[in-house]
Structure formats: C-alpha cells, structure tokens
C-alpha cells in the first residue's frame, strides 16, 4: 500500500526521478565523459570469419597524422578474457575453454575479432591510420553453423581440437525414455531459436585513464556490473591491484544483457594507457556493435512431449544444440544449461524430464545472455510444443493447459529439473488474462476480420522464468564462478537525508525511483530527501551488478536489511535521549517514540545527535548513522504470467500486425505499478521483435549479412499494439519484500504467444509450423506451398 505518510511508499505509481536528466539530455553517459588531454582509439577488426595472421606491417600507421601508437595482439601480453561459468559434459569432463587474447594472436576467428588497435589526437585520425595497416591475411575455411562446426572439419581452436565445447545433461533419460514408449501420444516438434543482435540505445564506450603519481587506473565503461568488470579485468586479464583500479559505470542507455560482459576494448584502452601517458576514449560505431557485442539466442531444438489418454504430460526429452560463437563469453555456458534446461517444467507437472545440451563454437560473434537468457529459450520450446500438442489430440490450447497447470496449493513445488518454486497461482493468471483479451470474443473478431479478407489468429502463452539470480550456494554447485548475493550501504547524513549505496546498477530500469520508494516507506521520509548511488566501485562497497531481474529481488532485500540496521541503531540513540530502554521506543511514520507516551524525536532529530554525540557512552554507543548490509537469498524467484497475442494476416502479403496483446504477470510485490507496467512494455516489444522482425544471419563463409539496420529490422512503435497489461500477485516467499522480478517477462513470455497466433491465423489454410522470425515472406511462401 502506499505510504500514508509521504504517499510514494510501495504500491505508489510514482514518476521516474531519474527521467528529468534522461529527457532533457542532462544524463551523464561514457560518451560525455573527457578527460584532460584525452586521446582517442579505433580497433581494427578481422574482415574475414577464420584465417591465420601471417604478418601486420604498422609502419605507415604510426606515421600518420595525430598518431600516438599503434598496438597489436604480440604487443599486448596479458591474460585471456576470462569465463565466468564452468559447465561439466555429461562424463564430468569440464568444458573446453580456449584462450581468448582481447587482440588477436596469429589467427582471427570472426568477422569482427580485434586485430590492432590505433590511438591517436582524434578519432577520425585513428581511423584514417587503420586503413593504413597491413595485414597478411591466409583466409581459411569456416565453420559459420552449428552443422558444419559439429564435423569438425574446421577446427576454431587448435589446441582444443574440436569444436564441441561441451556435452551436458539434467533429468533421468532412462525414465523419460520409458515414458515416451509407454505413452498414449507423443508430440514432437523441430524448432529454431534465432539468434538476435542486442540493440540498446547507447553504443559500448570506455576510457582508460592512468594516473602515473599514485599508480591508479580508472576504466569508464558501459557497463551493467563494474564491480564484476574490475574484479574480472585486474584479476585475470591485466594483474592490476584491485585497489588499484577504479570502474565507473555512470548513466548507461539500455544493456538487456550485453552489457553484462567483460570485452576486449575495456582492457585494450585501460592497458594502453600508460603506455600513451594519457587518457584513451573509445566508442563504438552502431555497425560496429552489430560485430563487437555478444549476440544472443542462436539453438536449434528437438523435443518430445508424451501425454496419456486423458492430455495430461507425462515425459519430455529435449536435444539442444546452442551456438557459442568463436569464444566463451563471460556467461555464455550458462545460458543453454542451468538458465534454460532448468526452466522446461515451465507451469506443469511434467513427472520426467531430460535435456541434453550440445554446446558448439562457430566462426560467429560470440554469444551470451540476452534479455531472458535462456528462460526465452526454453518458454518458447514448451508452450510451442504444448500448442501443438494440444492440436494433434484435439484437447482445446487453454484447458490443455489446466489441465497440466501445478496447482496453487502444490507450493514449495519440485521440479524434476532441479528447481523448487516457491509460489505461484497459474490458473489465475490464465484465467484473468482470458478474461481481459475477451477470448471469448475471438470467433467473432476472426469471423469480421475473414469478411475483409484478412487471417486472424489468437496465441497463448502461460510462461514461468527463474529470476533474482542469486543464491551463492547453489549458482557455485552449478559452475559459476562468482557469489551472486547483492550489497547495499545506507548512508544518514546529519540533516536526516539519506544517501543509499546499492550494488546493482540501474542502466534504464528506474532504480533511483524504485529503491527510494522503498526507504521512504521504511524511515518515512519524502523521496527528495533520499539518494541512490550505484556503478563507481570507489564509492560501492561491493555488488553484483544488474541482470537476471535480480535488482529488487535481491538488492531491494540487502537495501532493506540495511534500512533496518539504520533503525535498530537509531532506536538506541533515541533511547538514550529520551531516557528510555531501547526495547520502549516505536518508530512509524518517521518519528521514535517512548511506547506508552507522547516523548518522541522525530528521525532528522535522531540523525543530528548520532553526528553530535555530547553525552554518548561511547562504550556502548558509537557514533554516526551509517549500515551495510549483504544478502544471499534461499532461492531464486519465480515471475509466472499468461500472454495472449492476436495477429492478423493480409494472405496477399504475408504482413502480420499484431492487433491485441495482453500480459498478465505475477512479479510478486509490486513496488511501483508505473515502472511494472514500462518494463513488461519493453520487454514485449523485443519478444514481438524477435517472433516477427529480428535475425542476425550469415551467409556460408561466415559474413554477418544482417550488419546494419538496413538489413536488421528492429520493431518500432508502429509494429505493435497498445498493450493490455496487468499483474495477479503471489508473493516471494523467501525475502521480506515479497518481490519476483519483472524486467524479462515480456520478452520471456511473448514470442510463443506471437507465433501461436501466427499458426493459428495459418492453420485453415493447411500451414502447420512457422519458424522466427515470421517475416511476411516467409508467411506468404508457407501460404502459396499450402495451396
């Protein structure tokens, strides 16, 4: 409920604070970002998908205009850009992990692979210089597909002699297998998963900057995590003290995962430095950052559902293969395993599952997580195969479901597939989404849409993702090489206004509004008198970074715990004023009272005498108003929701415009309802994005032909409906805000929705499979074959 005090607590659809800076070009972004005699790199990058570099001759380079130095892979050694997930194959063997040089080292292994690096007075002279290196290329065959690494006749990386990064399972085989021979039905169904181009707003920047005096490096990046950055890159790739190294990750526009990443660049400008003697600035181009950042999605899947007489599941098997580019990015392993294998019990009570995942490298950009990573993958595989499912044994796509659903009452529920969910109420959500698309309405909207000519279809989708990433324990059993808890520092200054230091960091998802909130409720101030200060690991202790929709989930909980060490302590100092034991003293609504009377301080009265300590017992009570706070939680969270699309099809064109979309979503708590309903927003336009638009495709020698947005088709406002959202709450179990996390929804629980409805408009015309993106070729090539 909103706070009655100062009505911006939880539950109050407060306006964005930050958006103010945002709006009117007051942010303050990597690329506003100059530092005194600041210089200027360019990287040159493979033009070729695999081939050996015989020679560089960089002669002319250094010798053109505004040229400070010229750097090439023999130059810059330092370690690998490191991995941060180990998988084990299915015989325990660990997965093959290949050096990765953040400048080439006598081979490239895409198009886009860092070759050299020129630093120079202005970016245009660093350009103009790259043309003027000399690479002797020997061009070698590439392994562009997954099909063609598999044969291994194109080895990427010598030295591990395939191209099978690993083998991996979960789940009894053996009874999945008996299932499926025992079953009444089985449902199978052959399926792609796209492989997209990450697009946020602000391309990937960084500076590098060293100050000689004191021995101290700053890196300035883009980034979703900078602690992670810095532990990654002083650690492993350039030996710098931790304390040594200082990364701000200041406004940042959009990640969606690919900011997650540790990249090349950021250590190519920080190690390049000193060696310059002054600072280095590097910015992305956007038709760079088709080839620079990591790509995401790219699988390819087969899987089996069994089901009895009555259409209730009883096993499913799923093979996948997942595309891995040319090196492991940071946590690339991770995303067709533990993020997606995981999650293929979805909302049913699937008995038996197994899922075996072939992880592969390729002469393509590497790829990693993308908003949803893996939760994406696996949705669209089950609610794909359940719609079909559905269809062969005539059960209709809505009770098929129900039927399966896990039921609200079955909560702490275990999968077979490792997960134990905490809550959930799935025919709920179904069955407000139902009502709230008026699919009771649809024969008649589809039957006025035939009058016109065009086809119209409706999709279902009941999704459920793993979310709020965290538990140390568990991530580390399952390979990952980090604690994933989360940080949070409250900071009161003398006049009552608090400063929180958060550990996550806010690249666009209202932090600043949201986490305010949250204090606000707690100690009952006005939300101007609060600041959320994140992404200088000189000013945050420590932290995690932003991904996973773990921010509320699990930095929203270390917050809260910190608030309350704050309100412990300031009870204390109230009592000592006030003459009172500390167990006496109440605190609502801002002000510490005396239980029983009207002696009372209110909290800035508290907080001027923590910093003015006259009369402490300073053997009992130390001064200041300052507390941290880590917290690891139990368990992952776990959003659920139903989406609904409705599409109609012009058949002479094969264009598809989604004319309804509904999404009801159970995030747990919601904190702010504006900021809820902006992220679900966002993220079912990248969803409708990837099923209809969206494809990043290379041609056979491993040519990105999809490198601009000439070629890469992005939605845009006038590609998708007003949407209908809204949320059906079961609250988190296990942190004391009751939150799940709802930044990846929408494009978790979309594209099987689009694609449902797209085979539905299709199916009386005899189409029975459509793959992503459904592009109004494709459509009108499946209609003429049909015929």
């Not at 390729?362 to 719609?387: F, H, K, M, Q, S």
């Not at 059906?728 to 594209?751: F, R, W």
Request: proline share 5%; net charge negative.
């Amino acid at each position: 409920m909103p706070d009655g005090t100062t009505g911006t607590g939880i539950g109050a659809a407060v306006k964005r604070v930050e958006d103010f800076r945002f709006l009117t070009g007051r942010g303050n972004y990597t690329d506003d970002i100059n530092r005194p005699g600041q210089t200027y790199a360019y990287i040159l990058r493979s033009p070729h998908a695999h081939a050996k570099i015989k020679s560089i001759d960089s002669t002319a380079a250094k010798a053109a205009k505004g040229v400070l130095a010229v750097f090439t892979g023999e130059d810059m050694q330092v370690g690998s850009l490191p991995c941060g997930w180990q998988i084990h194959s299915k015989d325990g063997s660990p997965m093959h992990e290949p050096e990765h040089p953040p400048l080439a080292k006598g081979k490239v292994r895409y198009v886009g692979d860092q070759v050299a690096v020129v630093i120079a007075e202005t970016y245009a002279e660093a350009k103009d210089a790259a043309e003027q290196i000399s690479v002797d290329y020997e061009v070698l065959p590439a392994a562009a597909t997954m099909a063609a690494a598999l044969s291994d006749k194109v080895v990427l990386h010598e030295d591990v002699g395939t191209n099978l990064c690993f083998d991996w399972e979960i789940g009894d085989e053996a009874a999945v297998d008996a299932a499926i021979a025992g079953a009444a039905h089985v449902t199978k169904i052959d399926l792609v998963n796209n492989r997209l181009v990450p697009n946020a707003m602000e391309p990937r920047a960084a500076i590098g900057e060293f100050d000689a005096a004191s021995g101290e490096y700053t890196l300035y990046t883009t980034s979703q995590n900078p602690h992670v950055i810095r532990l990654l890159m002083g650690a492993f790739v350039l030996s710098i003290p931790e304390h040594k190294l200082r990364v701000v990750a200041p406004d940042v526009g959009g990640g969606f995962g690919s900011k997650i990443y540790h990249y090349a660049e950021e250590a190519i400008v920080t190690w390049a430095a000193p060696k310059v003697g002054r600072p280095i600035k590097w910015v992305a181009e956007r038709s760079e950052s088709f080839i620079s950042d990591a790509h995401g999605r790219d699988q390819i899947n087969h899987a089996e559902l069994a089901l009895d007489k009555d259409g209730k599941f009883l096993a499913l098997k799923v093979q996948t293969q997942a595309n891995m580019g040319a090196y492991l990015s940071t946590f690339a392993p991770c995303v067709p395993t533990y993020l997606s294998a995981t999650l293929l019990a979805g909302t049913y009570t699937t008995p038996v599952i197994h899922a075996n995942v072939k992880a592969i490298f390729t002469n393509t950009v590497p790829v990693d997580a993308y908003r949803g990573a893996g939760r994406p993958e696996a949705t669209y595989l089950l609610e794909r195969i359940v719609d079909q499912a559905a269809r062969e044994t005539g059960i209709d796509k809505v009770e098929i479901r129900r039927r399966n659903f896990i039921p609200a009452d079955a909560f702490p529920y275990q999968t077979p597939v490792a997960l134990q969910y905490d809550s959930g109420d799935y025919e709920a959500t179904l069955a407000s989404a139902t009502k709230l698309a008026d699919v009771a309405g649809f024969a008649a909207r589809k039957a006025e849409a035939a009058s016109r000519g065009k086809l119209r279809g409706m999709g279902f989708s009941t999704y459920l993702e793993a979310c709020g990433i965290a538990p140390s324990a568990v991530v580390g059993s399952l390979g990952a090489r980090a604690g994933l808890y989360e940080s949070a520092e409250v900071r009161v200054h003398p006049t009552g206004s608090v400063t929180v230091f958060t550990g996550t960091h806010s690249h666009g998802q209202g932090h600043e509004t949201t986490f305010a909130q949250l204090v606000s409720e707690r100690l009952g101030l006005p939300m101007e008198n609060i600041e959320i200060s994140h992404g200088d690991t000189n000013k945050v202790q420590f932290g995690m970074g932003t991904y996973g929709s773990r921010s509320l989930a699990v930095g929203g909980e270390a917050l809260i715990r910190a608030v309350d060490k704050i309100i412990d302590k300031a009870k204390k100092i109230a009592a000592h004023v006030l003459e009172a034991s500390a167990e006496d003293i109440e605190f609502k609504d801002g002000n510490f009272t005396v239980a029983g009377t009207d002696r009372s301080m209110a909290f800035g009265e508290v907080a001027l005498t923590a910093y003015v300590p006259h009369n402490f017992p300073h053997d009992e009570l130390e001064p200041g108003l300052d507390e941290k706070a880590f917290y690891d939680p139990a368990n992952f969270t776990y959003p659920g929701g139903c989406h609904i699309c409705e599409v109609e099809i012009d058949p002479d064109t094969g264009t598809t415009t989604v004319v309804n979309f509904t999404a009801v979503d159970d995030v747990g708590r919601v904190v702010n309802p504006m900021i809820v309903e902006g992220q679900v927003h966002g993220g079912v336009a990248q969803g409708i994005g990837q099923a209809l638009l969206e494809y990043a495709a290379y041609d056979e020698n491993g040519q990105l032909v999809t490198g601009s947005y000439m070629d890469y088709t992005m939605p845009r406002a006038d590609n998708l409906p007003s949407f209908n959202v809204a949320t059906q709450s079961t609250l988190c179990t296990h942190n004391t805000l009751g939150v799940k996390g709802v930044g990846e929804v929408g494009a978790i629980g979309s594209p099987p929705a689009v694609i449902n409805a797209v085979i539905d408009a299709l199916w009386d015309k005899g189409v029975r499979d459509m793959s992503m993106p459904a592009t109004p070729e494709k459509i009108w090539s499946a209609l003429q074959a049909a015929e």
